[in-house]
C-alpha cells in the first residue's frame, strides 16, 4: 500500500510569474532536501520560510524543521551535513547560514546583510534548482544512509489554456521505493498555479 503524505500544499493562483515573483529554490543533501516558500507567492506559506524535509530507514519521509528569513530573491543555497546557506537580494544583498541538526531547533548560525553589494551573474551563479520546472518534468535521485529504500524527488509541470492566457501548474513529490521499484510513500512538498495572461 502506498503512504501517501502532505506536508504542505502550495496551491495558489498569481498572475503573472517571473523569477522576482517565484519561490520554491531548493538544495540537496545526504538524508535530507531543504527549499523556500514565500508567502507574496505560496499562499499558506507564513512569510519566508525555510523548511527541511528528512529521509531515513526508521520513518521514511518526514518534515524535519523550518526557519523564517527575510523576504528575498534567493540566488544561491547550498544544503551542507549539518547547515544550509541561503543568500540572495531583497532590498540589498541578505545571506543566512542555518543549523539544521535539531529539528525543533532550527537556527541562523550567521546573517549577513550588504546594502552595496550588486547581482553579478558570473560571480553569483549558478542559480538553484527550483521545485517548478519550466522546462517540463524532472527527477532527481536522493542520497540516503538508508540501503533498502530509494528515495526521489519528482518534479512535473502541466499548462492548461483558459479564457485569457493559461494556467501553469507544477508540483514537486518525494517519493520512497523499496530495491523493487514498488512506491511505497509518497509525500507532496510543493504544488503552485500561476496564471500568465496574454493581451
Not at 550588504?114 to 553569483?124: A, E, G, I, M, V
Request: with cysteine.
Amino acid at each position: 500500500m502506498i503512504r501517501s503524505t502532505l506536508l504542505l500544499l502550495a496551491a495558489g493562483l498569481i498572475a503573472s510569474p517571473a523569477f522576482g515573483d517565484s519561490d520554491g529554490s531548493f538544495c540537496l543533501a545526504k538524508g535530507y532536501l531543504a527549499y523556500e516558500v514565500q508567502a507574496h507567492v505560496t499562499p499558506h506559506a507564513k512569510g519566508h520560510v525555510l523548511k527541511v524535509v528528512r529521509f531515513d530507514a526508521q520513518r521514511g519521509i518526514y518534515p524535519a524543521g523550518e526557519k523564517v528569513v527575510e523576504d528575498f530573491v534567493v540566488h544561491n543555497m547550498v544544503c551542507d551535513q549539518n547547515q544550509i546557506e541561503i543568500s540572495g537580494w531583497g532590498k540589498f544583498y541578505e545571506r543566512y547560514s542555518i543549523d539544521i541538526r535539531d529539528p525543533k531547533n532550527v537556527h541562523v548560525i550567521e546573517h549577513s546583510e550588504d546594502t552595496s553589494r550588486q547581482f553579478d551573474p558570473l560571480k553569483d551563479g549558478p542559480e538553484p534548482h527550483m521545485l517548478w520546472d519550466e522546462h517540463g518534468p524532472a527527477s532527481f535521485s536522493l542520497e540516503s544512509v538508508d540501503p533498502d529504500h530509494r528515495y526521489t524527488l519528482v518534479i512535473t509541470r502541466w499548462d492548461k489554456e483558459v479564457e485569457g492566457g493559461f494556467e501553469h501548474h507544477s508540483k514537486a513529490e518525494v517519493t520512497r521505493l523499496d530495491l523493487q521499484e514498488k512506491v511505497l510513500q509518497r509525500v507532496l512538498i510543493y504544488e503552485n498555479t500561476s496564471l500568465e495572461t496574454v493581451d
